[in-house]
């Protein structure tokens, strides 16, 4: 039963939950400015048109895909309103994100208070209660830990998620201490929710295990008076059952999406899986030298000093938690709470290239701000004062870090020039870097970062795939072949890497051998629209230009009105005298890149050309 002063509280108490929403919300004001990174936002987004609106064919692909390894149907329904509302505008998909953190943080506040209420020995004033549960709200909230969920648009998963998990923890903890009348009703709501939040992201999972926790402390319906197997004991276990019997269905459904990379021995993930629940908790202490990317080793050695130490304060801290559970029994259950919410992603299946993840930290930092505002609750007169200025002064200090840490995820520039001020050894980051300086036409820049990123890793098919693009670009091609041969080496089916070579053997004179990876391509991939194009410029060369035209054609179905396509499948329709359709052609690809002065000079030409045909003056080539 919840024990509460009756007495009416102070009315500044019902302005906190706007404070806490703004409080969440203006560290964040950078990620506002933020375009979508080349970390995924631009396979999730910007070359990913299956998302864009809520039409039958958005909802039906949003139900149905695997894409890159999740299956979260709502989230990716939140980020189609998104394009309904601001089409490709990066900063309304920021802004909801936003929002949804700030709400995230409010719902902290109110499980804080209600936990805190159930957990007190004694009754409590509002005032008691409120401080405290701010407090909690507010070290979940601005903690740098958080900007990676919040600031990349990648990662709304983890916010709509969480948000329907505390919504459902809310729901459950109503269920335990409301009415008979409506208990069915809070119970109902809380396993709807939690479904919400398994479609959100799978990461919620765990839930059944927290709710498992929370029914030994602070709601007491598990051990201690209440027993183990006691009618009320069966009863909550029946009822979390149907949590965990959803949270295995979903499980299963997300190990078949995710396709993980090749895994770790069993030694070594033990090894990982420690590293990572210490950095995390001494990330939380001390959030210093963040990075969007911590790369995992090429080897791992369990006996080196870096695990031997994660080792040692994973279980000071479990026997620590164990031993404190009668005297401070919350401190127990919030440690024990912790691991078990960030366990999937510890590296028990290893899900991507880094070792640990700021982002795998949001949904157990509710744990920690609970925690935090328990201390404080425990604190009484001037302790109490003392406590609230401390944790005050940190939290300044915990938004000012916040606020930094958000402008890393700006652009892609800051972002992987951020990875490699922490870790110049992270080969992913190098070839980030490349990629970037490719698009920006410093191919000097391209070549040394990619070939620093093969170096730091032989075996990365798509480096040594991106190094020849590089060297390709600077003329360097019998070195650019060599990097091509050995991505396909790695990977015999890496369709860009035949095309690339293709290319680069055009360059060298070898037709015939650019006409080989060009099959070799369009074989292992038929919608690769770059690879039928270079294919048919290639056809055109050798005087084929009625087989070039059906390679246009094949990539004018796969990728419409490109301008470079409609360029050279006019140069192939000049070079067979049909001046007319070489125009049309022209028109075309000026129409889509008004700036190609080799359309408008291809126009012209073609269409005098045309017209002197028209005139009967013959048929000269143009």
């Known amino acids: 039963m919840e024990r509460v002063s009756r007495r009416r509280p102070p009315p500044w108490i019902r302005l906190l939950p706007i404070l806490v929403a703004l409080a969440a919300f203006v560290p964040f004001l950078p990620a506002l400015s933020a375009e979508f990174v080349t970390w995924d936002d631009n396979r999730n987004f910007l070359d990913n048109p299956h998302y864009r609106g809520l039409g039958w064919d958005q909802v039906r692909w949003m139900w149905a895909t695997f894409h890159m390894g999740h299956y979260v149907p709502l989230s990716w329904m939140t980020l189609g309103l998104d394009y309904e509302l601001w089409g490709m505008n990066a900063a309304g998909y920021h802004l909801q994100n936003v929002l949804l953190h700030a709400a995230n943080a409010v719902l902290v506040y109110v499980i804080a208070r209600r936990l805190l209420t159930i957990g007190a020995s004694s009754a409590l004033p509002e005032r ?5 549960s701010l407090m909690a709200a507010l070290v979940f909230a601005i903690h740098p830990l958080r900007v990676e969920s919040v600031a990349w648009v990648t990662e709304r998963r983890d916010m709509l998620s969480l948000l329907f998990a505390l919504a459902s923890v809310l729901a459950y903890l109503r269920y335990h201490t409301g009415g008979e009348s409506s208990r069915r009703t809070w119970y109902v709501t809380a396993v709807a929710l939690f479904v919400c939040g398994l479609l ?78 210490a950095f995390y908790v001494w990330k939380t202490i001390v959030p210093a030298s963040l990075a969007p990317l911590y790369e995992m080793p090429a080897e791992i050695d369990p006996l080196a000093p870096r695990y031997v130490v994660s080792y040692v304060l994973v279980i000071a801290l479990s026997g620590a938690a164990i031993a404190a559970r009668r005297r401070w029994p919350g401190v127990a259950a919030a440690w024990a709470a912790f691991v078990l919410i960030t366990l999937p992603m510890l590296g028990i299946v290893q899900n991507g290239p880094q070792i640990a993840a700021d982002r795998y930290t949001y949904h157990a930092a509710p744990v920690v701000g609970v925690l935090a505002g328990g201390v404080v609750a425990r604190w009484q007169g001037r302790r109490r004062r003392g406590a609230l200025l401390a944790t005050g002064t940190v939290l300044c200090l915990l938004a000012v870090l916040t606020w930094r840490q958000t402008t890393v995820w700006l652009d892609s520039d800051r972002l992987w020039s951020r990875v490699l001020s922490v870790d110049s050894t992270s080969s992913i980051a190098q070839i980030a870097m490349g990629d970037l300086r490719i698009e920006q036409g410093r191919f000097d820049e391209a070549a040394y970062h990619y070939a620093r990123g093969v170096a730091l890793d032989a075996d990365y098919a798509e480096g040594h795939n991106n190094l020849g693009v590089a060297l390709s670009r600077i003329g360097r091609d019998a070195e650019a072949v060599e990097h091509f041969r050995m991505a396909v080496t790695l990977d015999s089916a890496y369709a860009d890497a035949h095309a690339n070579w293709g290319v680069a053997l055009g360059r060298l004179g070898d037709e015939q051998g650019a006409v080989e990876h060009f099959r070799r391509a369009i074989a292992l991939d038929g919608g690769h629209a770059d690879a039928r194009v270079n294919y048919g410029n290639t056809l055109t060369r050798l005087g084929q230009a009625e087989a070039a035209i059906a390679e246009y054609e094949a990539a004018d179905r796969v990728r419409p009105r490109h301008a470079v396509t409609h360029l050279n499948w006019g140069a192939a329709l000049a070079q067979l005298r049909r001046y007319g359709e070489a125009a049309d052609h022209f028109q075309t690809a000026l129409s889509i890149d008004p700036t190609s002065e080799e359309a408008r000079r291809y126009l012209d030409a073609a269409t005098a050309l045309a017209e002197r045909e028209r005139a009967g003056e013959g048929r000269p080539r143009p």
């Not at 008691?128 to 405290?132: K, T």
């Not at 006691?230 to 959803?246: E, H, M, V, W």
């Open 128 to 132: 008691d209660l409120a401080v405290p």
């Open 200 to 277: 959100s992201k799978a990461t919620v999972m765990t839930l059944p295990a927290v709710l498992l926790l929370l029914s030994v402390y602070p709601l007491r319906s598990l051990g201690g008076a209440a027993g183990w197997w006691s009618a009320s004991a069966r009863r909550t276990y029946l009822d979390i059952g149907l949590f965990a019997a959803l949270a295995v269905a979903v499980s299963m459904i997300s190990l078949v999406a995710l396709d993980p990379p090749r895994q770790l021995g069993l030694v070594d993930k033990l090894a990982v899986s420690a590293y990572s629940l």
